[in-house]
């Protein structure tokens, strides 16, 4: 899909608008390297603005929607499993704090 999108800078108030965030998180997301290690697109400077490669921006947004999918599923196969009855009494605790991040 992002070989259609013909690419162009998008300024960072734009950006931060689609991704109904603030300015203040884009900086965030610029200085966190986890965000980087996911694809979060490196900005472009063009004196004191900073812009956003479009292409690039569509294909983290893409690769996030993907991963809230792949979540999504996986939290509901797992729900499915204990209502079931098909996982342990361990298998149940694990899952309950993965979900819960604790």
Not at 15 to 36: C, F, G, I, S, Y
Not at 44 to 55: E, L, N, T, Y
Request: glycine residues 4%.
């Amino acid at each position: 899909m992002t070989d259609q999108i013909h690419d162009e800078l998008v300024p960072d108030r734009q950006v931060a608008q689609e991704l109904n965030v603030t300015a203040m998180t884009l900086w965030r997301w610029d200085h966190d390297p986890a965000k980087v290690a996911e694809g979060w697109p490196p900005p472009v400077r063009q004196g004191s603005r900073k812009f956003r490669s479009r292409k690039l921006l569509e294909q983290y947004k893409n690769e996030l929607i993907e991963r809230a999918i792949a979540a999504r599923q996986h939290s509901l196969a797992s729900a499915s499993a204990i209502a079931r009855g098909a996982i342990s009494a361990d298998q149940r605790k694990f899952l309950e704090r993965e979900a819960t991040g604790a």
